[in-house]
């Protein structure tokens, strides 16, 4: 019976682990290396290129975990209730060991990227998260440098990844300000300078509105440039400017309380839509 215990008790440290990594972030990092790379998945540089990236998405969520347990107290998101912080810092620095060994096997453009995104990912919540929309800017950008990244260290080139960057970008910018509004008071009461604790909620609410109009506007070009034709512009409508429609209606009806993690959950089904349209732009269009 004791032995049971202890082997539940291991079961729910272990799993606690693996949720600070968020598990569907780092699989959807994976899954963008894959479809630049066009699932060469016995490929060495593919595996290498999927362990960097899932490596470095790891680390900068338990990293802002790590800093941020005050803030998720308050707003009811404990992560470390059931792990000794001991474990916490053993498991970093294992993923940060794994993912600078599968760095350093990569080509130079490929290193060069790794060890100038991997101190930013260690120092952003402590600086640049309470510098209202420059945090916001910064986790974007590494966000789609996946893209880019996942070229350069099969292709040696930046191509085809140029607009699945500029994509990832908006779309990414759009639910960090959403999760700074779910965060807010936390944040206000840490005293952590995000865009909704200096300019409001409101402020907030339209200002990602326009990022997500901006996305939907963004999405059309590569059509209307006939870089990609009328399959394409079906899979943008149904996947990517109907959900942002949604998110849009919704932010647009006055409430008392938003469900901010209800919208955030939508857009992570956009950021999906997004990859599989990005797939077949890259295979079928």
Excluded: W
């Excluded at 799993?15 to 016995?42: D, E, Q």
């Excluded at 404990?78 to 993923?95: A, G, M, N, R």
């Excluded at 209800?262 to 997004?274: A, Y």
Aim: a positive charge; proline letters at 3%.
């Amino acid at each position: 019976m004791q032995r049971e215990f202890l082997k539940y008790k291991k079961m729910i440290k272990i799993c606690s682990l693996i949720k600070l990594i968020r598990p569907i972030n780092v699989c959807l990092g994976a899954l963008s290396v894959l479809i630049i790379h066009s699932f060469s998945i016995l490929n060495l540089v593919t595996i290498l290129t999927i362990i960097v990236v899932t490596s470095f998405i790891s680390i900068s969520n338990i990293i802002n975990d790590l800093f941020d347990q005050k803030t998720d107290k308050i707003n009811k998101k404990e992560k470390f209730s059931q792990l000794p912080l001991l474990y916490v810092y053993f498991f970093l620095v294992i993923i940060l060991i794994l993912g600078l060994f599968s760095a350093i096997q990569l080509n130079d453009y490929s290193k060069i990227i790794s060890f100038i995104i991997l101190p930013f990912i260690i120092i952003y919540t402590p600086i640049f998260k309470g510098v209202p929309l420059l945090g916001n800017f910064l986790v974007s950008i590494c966000v789609g440098l996946v893209f880019i990244f996942a070229e350069i260290t099969m292709y040696n080139s930046i191509k085809f990844s140029i607009f699945p960057f500029i994509f990832s970008f908006m779309m990414s910018l759009s639910r960090e300000i959403t999760k700074d509004l779910e965060d807010l008071e936390g944040d206000k009461q840490n005293l952590i300078r995000t865009f909704p604790v200096i300019y409001g909620e409101k402020r907030t609410v339209m200002l990602t509105i326009c990022i997500i109009i901006l996305l939907n506007l963004i999405v059309l070009i590569p059509y209307l440039l006939n870089i990609y034709y009328f399959n394409y512009l079906i899979a943008v409508i149904i996947g990517v400017i109907l959900p942002n429609v949604y998110c849009i209606s919704y932010l647009m009806n006055k409430k008392k309380k938003y469900n901010y993690q209800f919208i955030q959950k939508v857009q992570k089904f956009t950021t999906v839509c997004g990859l599989f349209i990005i797939y077949l732009m890259k295979n079928y269009f």
